[in-house]
C-alpha cells in the first residue's frame, strides 16, 4: 500500500516558524514529483511548492522567498520549510506525489495532511 503520512504541522505564533515532513512509502520516491498543496477553510486547494525529480523547485507566489520546498531521497521524505508565517498560511497541508516515468506514470497519490495553525 502507498502512504504519504505528513507531519509536523502544529499551532504556531505570527512570525515563527515550522518544518512540515511527508514520509512516503509504498512507491519508489525518487521518481516521483512531490508537491505541497494547503486549503484554508472554505478555500480551494491551492498548490504551495513542488519539487521534482532532479531537484527543480516552484514556489506560489504568496509564499515565496518565506517557504523552502526540499527532498531527501534516501529517507523517502520530503520537507517543507516555513519561515515568517501569517495567520493567511492557517490550513491543512497535503503531500502530494506524482510519478514520472514508468508503466505507472502519471499516477498520483495525496497524504491525508497536516493542520498549520497560525494564531492572531
Known amino acids: 500500500q502507498v502512504h504519504l503520512v505528513e507531519s509536523g504541522g502544529n499551532l504556531v505564533q505570527p512570525g515563527g516558524s515550522l518544518r512540515l515532513s511527508c514520509a512516503a512509502s509504498?512507491?519508489?520516491?525518487?521518481?516521483?514529483?512531490i508537491y505541497w498543496y494547503r486549503q484554508a477553510p472554505g478555500s480551494q486547494r491551492e498548490m504551495v511548492a513542488s519539487?521534482?525529480?532532479?531537484?527543480?523547485?516552484n514556489y506560489a507566489d504568496s509564499v515565496k522567498g518565506r517557504f523552502t520546498i526540499s527532498r531527501d531521497n534516501a529517507k523517502a521524505t520530503v520537507y517543507l520549510q516555513m519561515n515568517s508565517l501569517t495567520p493567511e498560511d492557517t490550513a491543512v497541508y497535503y503531500c502530494?506525489?506524482?510519478?514520472?516515468?514508468?508503466?505507472?506514470?502519471?499516477?498520483?497519490?495525496w497524504g491525508q495532511g497536516t493542520q498549520v495553525t497560525v494564531s492572531s
Open positions: 502530494y506525489a506524482r510519478q514520472t516515468v514508468g508503466a505507472s506514470r502519471g499516477r498520483e497519490y
Open positions: 509504498g512507491i519508489t520516491f525518487a521518481i516521483h514529483e
Open positions: 519539487i521534482r525529480v532532479g531537484g527543480s523547485t
